[in-house]
């Protein structure tokens, strides 16, 4: 079965730099939410997207931004780039957001952002 | 302050042994609780998802169980295998909405 598709794997950028992260979401799946998960850290949650809007905002700092596109793939972009961004991204999608928000997330294997 | 808090923070069994993974929120207001694994550098796969009206859910050898008055859950694992070796982190989704408390996450190591 198709599952996230997040590109790219890897991804090597200098501090002041911008990165983009694309992320396809499951055939049909319209809700999308970015995570960042630093060195031995927790993942947190960044923002979500749903039907093509921005449905809820985490601790995504102001230099990020990101959106929904119409085919339903997201991408996240970061700008000044500062060596704590260094970490693991991970994408997930879900069809819908269900009754009480109990819907099935399906998570990317992730983008390992790396900034010197 | 909406916090997750799981126990132990490590686990080392034997291959074939039982073993439960807690998990303890003060989240409000619930929504749900999941349990994910999670490889070294892969994304989290879900295991479990439990509303507030569940108290036990099954995934083959995992099985999850949720008390909502005393806000903990756990996750059982039976019969481990090699491939268990995971981190296994407990989430709670908060407000109806699309926004999760992570908890810090059990690290599972199975020895053959």
Not at chain 1, 41 to 54: G, H, T, W
């Amino acid at each position: 079965a198709a599952g996230v598709i997040q590109s790219p794997r890897h991804l090597i950028k200098e501090k002041r730099e911008t990165a983009t992260l694309k992320c396809y979401p499951i055939p049909r799946h319209d809700t999308v939410y970015w995570y960042q998960q630093g060195p031995g850290q927790d993942p947190q949650f960044l923002i979500s997207f749903y039907e093509k809007m921005q449905s809820d905002k985490g601790s995504i700092p102001d230099r990020f931004s990101a959106q929904q596109f119409s085919d339903y793939h997201s991408e996240l972009n970061m700008s000044s780039l500062e060596l704590g961004d260094s970490a693991l991204y991970f994408c997930a999608s879900s069809l819908g957001r269900g009754a009480k928000g109990s819907y099935e997330q399906y998570f990317g294997p992730g983008t390992r952002l790396t900034v010197t | 302050k909406n916090q997750v808090e799981q126990s132990p923070q490590s686990l080392i069994i034997l291959e074939g042994k039982n073993c439960t993974l807690q998990c303890n929120y003060t989240v409000s207001p619930f929504s749900n609780l999941r349990w994910y694994k999670q490889d070294t550098g892969r994304g989290p796969v879900s295991l479990t998802i439990m509303t507030f009206s569940e108290n036990t859910k099954s995934n083959g050898r995992y099985t999850a169980t949720l008390d909502a008055d005393t806000k903990q859950s756990s996750l059982h694992i039976t019969a481990s295998q090699l491939s268990d070796s995971a981190s296994y982190i407990c989430v709670v989704s908060v407000n109806y909405g699309q926004n999760f408390v992570f908890g810090p996450g059990t690290r599972l190591s199975v020895l053959p």
